[in-house]
C-alpha cells in the first residue's frame, strides 16, 4: 500500500494514518539530528531527546494503536463510532500532542 498519487482523503481512520505518519517524520528528522555525535554532545540530557523520544516511541505507538483500535473497532464490536466525534477527537489529541512535545525541542 502507498500514498503515492493517491487523492488523499480526511475522514477519521486516514487521519490517524497522516497523524502517525507525521509524528513519526518529526522523530525521525530528530533521530537525524541527534545521530551528529558533535550536536549529541550538546544536546544529551536536554529536553531535545524527551521530545524526541516521545515523538518516535511514545506518540507513534499511541498514534498505531488508535489507528487499529479505529480500524477494527466496528468489526468486533458491531457498532460504529461518531465521525465527528472520532475526528474531533483526533484534531484534539494531535494538537495538544504537538502544543506538549514540540517546544521541549527548542527548550
Known amino acids: 500500500m502507498s ?6 482523503k480526511f475522514d ?3 487521519s490517524w494514518v497522516y497523524g502517525f505518519i507525521f509524528m513519526f517524520t518529526i ?3 530528530t533521530g537525524l539530528v541527534l545521530s551528529n555525535a558533535s550536536l549529541d554532545i550538546n544536546l544529551h540530557d ?3 531527546v524527551v521530545g524526541h523520544f516521545h515523538y518516535v516511541l511514545s506518540m507513534g505507538a499511541v498514534f498505531g494503536i488508535f489507528t487499529g483500535f479505529f480500524l477494527y473497532y466496528s468489526n468486533f464490536v458491531s457498532l460504529y463510532l461518531s465521525k465527528i466525534l472520532v475526528q ?4 484534539t489529541f494531535f494538537i495538544g500532542v504537538n502544543f506538549t512535545f ?3 525541542h527548542f527548550a
Request: hydrophobic share 50%; aromatic share 28%.
Open 3 to 8: 500514498l503515492y498519487g493517491v487523492i488523499m
Open 12 to 14: 477519521p481512520l486516514w
Open 27 to 29: 522523530g525521525g528528522l
Open 46 to 48: 536536554t529536553y531535545y
Open 88 to 91: 474531533s477527537f483526533f484534531l
Open 102 to 104: 514540540m517546544p521541549k
